[in-house]
């Protein structure tokens, strides 16, 4: 299965595995077949909706231990979710600067996992934030028994997530 992604004047081909590393804000993503079938719009926030997706898939499959350095960064992350105007960019630097000198993790598993809630809580609002939701799925992939299957898994929810309809409920207003 193929998609295209299309997204300010560009157009890349690529499969499930490679779907979560090439994900841009409002970019439409299409299914590639015989023909072209259009499954949706990622805005900023169904960016940040899929990154906090990923760390808690992350945190219930994958580690022993919540990381509680991430649990700021989450709750933060979700609050944005619900209300971007919600929260400043001093208060998520803030959390984050917590979460990273407070970080005191020797599991690899929860320490991945405990960077990609950082980088999720960075996606809220940094100008790279796209580069921040590929680091997610990075980590979440380097903390899996399996980094291929991870991928595959990250690229199915995104897919679900676009067919269920959701990313409607994402769209900026």
């Keep these: 299965m193929q998609f295209k992604i ?14 979560s590393r090439n994900i841009n804000f409002d970019s439409e993503i299409l299914l590639f077949d015989k023909k072209e079938v259009s499954l949706g719009l990622l805005s900023h926030k169904s960016i940040v909706y899929i990154a906090l997706n990923f760390v808690d898939f992350a945190i219930k499959t994958y580690s022993d231990i ?12 979700r609050k944005w979710l619900s209300d971007k ?9 803030t959390v984050v600067s917590f979460s990273i000198s407070n970080s005191n993790i020797s599991n690899r598993s929860s320490s991945n996992i405990n960077y990609a809630a950082i980088y999720a809580c960075y996606t809220t609002y940094h100008s790279q934030a796209v580069s921040y939701a590929i680091d ?8 899996a028994f399996n980094k291929d299957e991870e991928f595959i898994r990250q690229g199915e929810f995104i897919l679900d997530y676009l067919k269920s309809g959701l990313y409607l409920f994402h769209l900026e207003k």
Excluded: F, H, M, R
């Excluded at 997204?7 to 499969?15: A, G, M, R």
């Excluded at 919540?66 to 992350?77: F, G, M, W």
């Excluded at 997610?136 to 903390?143: M, P, R």
């Design 85 to 93: 105007n919600s929260i400043s960019k001093e208060e998520i630097k």
């Design 6 to 19: 299309v997204s300010e004047n560009t157009q890349k081909i690529v499969d499930l595995y490679q779907l």
């Design 136 to 143: 997610v799925a990075n980590s979440v992939a380097s903390a």
């Design 66 to 77: 919540y990381p509680k350095e991430a649990i700021s960064c989450v709750n933060l992350a």
